[in-house]
């Protein structure tokens, strides 16, 4: 990786002909030692190869540097010294930067757009990509701009080298019941809508009646008091709408955009803003998509992606003390929302979901052992209460795989920064043995500092500061245990049967033409009589 092109400083006051001439040691001074301090063999630093003063009041560095110190790192390097030397003796101040004519050469064919900011040009020719950038300001010096653009380009090779591996998963603990006898192999999907308990809403939505609400209530608060509360965690609030900001600092906009859904605010709080709009309406009977976009501004925020990143937001810029923490939130206030296309599936993939989020901050021993303990409760909660068949899986985490970056994760390190996946067999889709025959229904993961870094939660002593997640995905959990167990109570474990006996089921909607097929009305019949033995 080489870099060249012509580094500009504006001056505050026109140049003197003593400082003209000053120059040439400037530049040595500079070639010998700023430029190349750190670097180990002098072609990974920067040199300046030539110079001049134009306009009385710029001085142009012409330049030509390697991967240890790039040309935008040089111009920073060099402004510290000159503007130590032009302001002591010569009383004069550096207005501004600017990078022009930049050139990146780059080893290899490299596949670039042109559409990526700042990128003017592209050649590619004896076997190295030359990238020619547009001109930088000393703001987009600073930011820099530079660096995220290599990094860019660094991650859309990966992710092409990417495309053709298999996800990494690694198997790390499974069920002690692999091999039991499965009686119930019906979908629950097709039989939750049969019997009239859910019903299509839109795309990926479904309205949930009190009897399935009744069910995901169920599994819920089994798990609230089995696993959450136990371990100390307090409920929280979170909220369902987020600025774009937000998913810039979590990463999410980066690599899930195309997943996400967004939210616009109106143009204007005057009604009578949109008086066109109603009127046609209210004429045609239709709202088409394009006419409301015009009265719309563009969007700013997006629905729940995550859910943690509230909590992120909270903690930022915030100083932590010891006594504080750890600090153990969750919260299950609202839906969450992915964009989920092809793969949408009665309720076990949706567009819309419920779920809770457990979030913890801490010291890094401390976020270990919160996590580890989460695992023991998982457990129980799996084999105790709802009897599952299950496995975990050591994956790509997902707060890095969301945010797009690419990841090869070799071996398992279990105490180290990570995702674990909690999938459950669903006998209906196929055998154990296929791997398409497992849901994953929710994930535990430690962040290390990939959350308190750019939010900078700081601890009062400058000790690191952890944080871990946790998801529960309510509908998932749901459908995998009437995948497993049917919905006859009185084969299900015994502490969901107390719940059952101890919460009676709302009545279902019997209308004349609900549910809609006799089919339909005789499975409903049966279930029911199923749970009236158990009142």
Not at 24 to 50: H, M, Q, R, W, Y
Not at 280 to 308: D, R
Not at 468 to 483: K, Q
Request: charged residues 30%; contains cysteine; aromatic residues 12%.
């Amino acid at each position: 990786m080489r870099f060249a092109g012509k580094i500009l400083y504006i001056l505050s006051k026109p140049i003197p002909e003593e400082l003209k001439v000053e120059l040439k040691d400037i530049v040595e001074n500079l070639n010998n030692t700023i430029l190349v301090k750190g670097v180990g063999k002098p072609e990974l630093g920067a040199k300046i190869v030539s110079y001049n003063v134009v306009n009385n009041n710029t001085i142009v560095f012409n330049v030509v540097s390697g991967r240890r110190v790039k040309i935008h790192d040089a111009a920073l390097r060099a402004r510290r010294k000159l503007a130590e030397i032009l302001g002591k003796k010569y009383r004069i101040g550096i207005r501004n930067i600017i990078l022009e004519d930049v050139t990146i050469e780059l080893e290899g064919e490299h596949k670039v757009s042109l559409k990526i900011p700042y990128v003017k040009n592209i050649e590619v020719k004896e076997g190295k990509t030359l990238i020619y950038l547009s001109t930088l300001e000393e703001s987009d010096v600073k930011k820099p701009i530079i660096d995220r653009l290599l990094k860019l380009l660094y991650e859309k090779e990966q992710r092409l080298l990417w495309g053709g591996k298999a996800e990494h998963w690694y198997l790390i603990k499974q069920s002690g019941v692999k091999g039991k006898e499965q009686m119930f192999k019906e979908d629950p999907n097709k039989i939750l809508e049969e019997i009239g308990w859910i019903k299509r809403f839109s795309i990926g939505q479904w309205i949930y009646t009190p009897p399935f609400t009744y069910l995901l209530n169920m599994v819920k608060n089994l798990f609230l008091e089995e696993v959450v509360k136990p371990l100390g965690f307090e409920e929280a609030v979170f909220p369902k709408m987020y600025p774009l900001d937000l998913g810039l600092r979590t990463g999410h906009l980066r690599g899930t955009i195309n997943s996400m859904l967004f939210a616009a605010l109106p143009i204007s709080y005057d009604i009578a803003e949109f008086e066109e709009l109603i009127d046609y309406m209210y004429v045609t009977n239709k709202a088409p998509p394009e006419e409301v976009g015009k009265y719309v501004k563009p969007p700013s925020y997006f629905l729940c992606f995550a859910q943690c990143e509230p909590f992120y937001q909270f903690f930022s810029k915030e100083i932590m003390s010891e006594k504080s923490l750890p600090i153990k939130w969750f919260d299950h206030a609202g839906p969450s929302f992915r964009w989920e296309a092809g793969g949408i599936y009665g309720v076990e993939r949706v567009i819309e979901f419920h779920r809770i989020e457990v979030v913890w901050l801490g010291l890094p021993e401390q976020v270990i052992e919160i996590r580890n303990k989460l695992l023991d409760r998982y457990e129980h909660f799996m084999d105790k209460v709802l009897d599952l068949e299950w496995r975990w899986a050591w994956v790509t985490p997902w707060y890095l795989e969301q945010e797009g970056a690419v990841v090869e994760i070799k071996g398992i390190e279990i105490n180290k920064p990570g995702t674990i996946d909690f999938e459950v067999w669903l006998p209906y889709k196929g055998p154990r043995e296929d791997r398409k025959s497992w849901l994953e229904v929710g994930n535990i993961s430690i962040h290390g500092t990939k959350f308190t870094e750019p939010f900078k939660i700081k601890h009062s002593k400058n000790k690191i500061l952890w944080t871990g997640c946790s998801g529960f995905g309510v509908e998932r959990w749901a459908i995998a245990f009437l995948a497993q167990h049917g919905f006859n109570p009185s084969q299900w474990p015994e502490k969901v049967r107390n719940y059952v006996k101890k919460n009676p089921m709302p009545k279902p909607v019997e209308a004349v033409t609900y549910p809609t097929t006799d089919k339909g009305r005789k499975k409903l019949e049966e279930i029911l009589q199923y749970f009236s033995r158990q009142s």
